[in-house]
């Protein structure tokens, strides 16, 4: 199978026709100089093999005249030495990469920037539309050709629901947890399958893996309150003399300072030393808290600044792409049981897929069908 940039392969496989096509001409360019290269260098060595006669490398490959060859040899090194010689006038130094594998781990990081861009765009432009603005006006606002706007637009657009507001917080929270309880579900009905740790994992393992991973990544972008436990009795009374601490150092500050204004006050706060008791009761009250709902594994994870129902439109496109990748004909499979995981874990992310535009599109949780449990 001839090479190509895993940007290249995967967007081959993209529901947007453009984006295949323009694909499609960069696998052309990149494998006709791939071949180019490789046709170059067979004839070097096939001229170092004649001794460095041009003129029998030129009889045996087949060309008309010596000249001929020549001046096809000649011309893939002067194009080469083209690319290579281009003038640049930069507008400030290169980054600084410790080593190689920095810089490939920061291009693949711009590749996946550039992929969450246009896993963005289908959305964005009907929503645009979909609220009132022209195809001229989304080009002229955004950039994007006039005319893939205008391709864009079905004769209806299908809005999603409003996922901004109070009321949705509700159904995100609940959702979240619907996902967290259908990972753990799947999880523990893949344990039956790992008969064996040493090996690799089961089918089943690596769907439950896509979903558990996925579900920690919604709680913490869009509900990072939903699986906080309810707050217990000795934690509720440690709150409520930790702030029956606070509002007696603001009382004290208001009796000592009694014309000062509220602001006045709340710089007074901020410069003053708190008291003992207060630290003590703040102590008190966040080691309770802590362990109640334990350490966020996720604290270092990036949180998003997208609308929920941006996230989630991108999200969607993710995992199609994804699954259609897992699923590509073209697939490297080590046996029949790699086959099995790579669909297993394609299936993963089609029902996410699914789930999230339930979501979208009617503002409700989505039905997840758990092992033992079908809803």
């Not at 967007?11 to 990149?30: H, I, K």
């Not at 657009?157 to 996922?163: M, R």
């Not at 009694?258 to 630290?279: G, R």
């Not at 995992?319 to 394609?346: I, V």
Request: charged letters at 25%; a negative charge; aromatic letters at 6%.
């Amino acid at each position: 199978m001839l090479p190509l940039p895993d940007h290249v392969t995967a967007a081959l496989t993209s529901r947007d026709p453009l984006r295949v096509y323009r694909a499609a001409e960069d696998a052309q360019e990149y494998l006709a100089d791939y071949l180019d290269s490789i046709k170059a260098t067979a004839a070097g060595t096939l001229v170092t093999a004649h001794g460095g006669n041009k003129s029998a490398a030129a009889r045996e490959l087949g060309f008309n005249s010596p000249q001929a060859f020549a001046a096809w040899f000649n011309r893939r090194g002067e194009r080469t030495g083209a690319a290579e010689a281009a003038p640049h006038a930069p507008e400030q130094p290169a980054l600084y990469f410790r080593n190689p594998d920095e810089a490939r781990d920061a291009l693949g990081d711009w590749f996946l920037e550039q992929q969450s861009v246009t896993d963005r765009l289908e959305p964005l432009v009907l929503g645009a539309l979909a609220v009132g603005l022209t195809p001229e006006e989304v080009y002229r606002l955004s950039g994007i050709p006039l005319t893939t706007v205008k391709r864009m637009r079905p004769a209806k657009i299908e809005v999603a629901a409003d996922l901004g507001g109070l009321e949705a917080m509700t159904v995100l929270d609940e959702t979240a947890r619907a996902l967290t309880a259908h990972a753990l579900a799947l999880a523990e009905a893949a344990r039956a399958d790992d008969q064996d740790e040493s090996l690799l994992r089961s089918p089943a393992s690596c769907g439950a893996h896509i979903w558990s991973v996925a579900a920690r990544a919604f709680v913490h972008q869009l509900a990072p309150a939903a699986l906080v436990p309810a707050e217990t009795p000795e934690v509720r009374a440690l709150r409520k003399a930790f702030q029956n601490q606070i509002a007696a150092q603001d009382a004290a500050m208001a009796a000592a300072h009694p014309n000062a204004t509220d602001e006045e006050l709340q710089e007074l706060l901020h410069d003053a030393e708190p008291p003992a008791e207060l630290l003590a009761a703040q102590k008190a009250y966040d080691t309770a808290y802590r362990e109640l709902v334990g350490e966020d594994d996720d604290d270092s994870a990036p949180t998003t600044l997208l609308d929920p129902d941006v996230w989630l439109a991108a999200q969607i496109s993710q995992f199609n792409r994804e699954a259609a990748t897992l699923r590509h004909p073209d697939r490297y499979l080590s046996d029949e049981r790699d086959g099995a995981r790579l669909d297993a874990m394609a299936g993963a992310y089609e029902q996410l897929a699914a789930a999230y535009l339930h979501l979208r599109a009617t503002g409700t949780v989505p039905p997840l069908t758990t092992p033992g449990n079908p809803r």
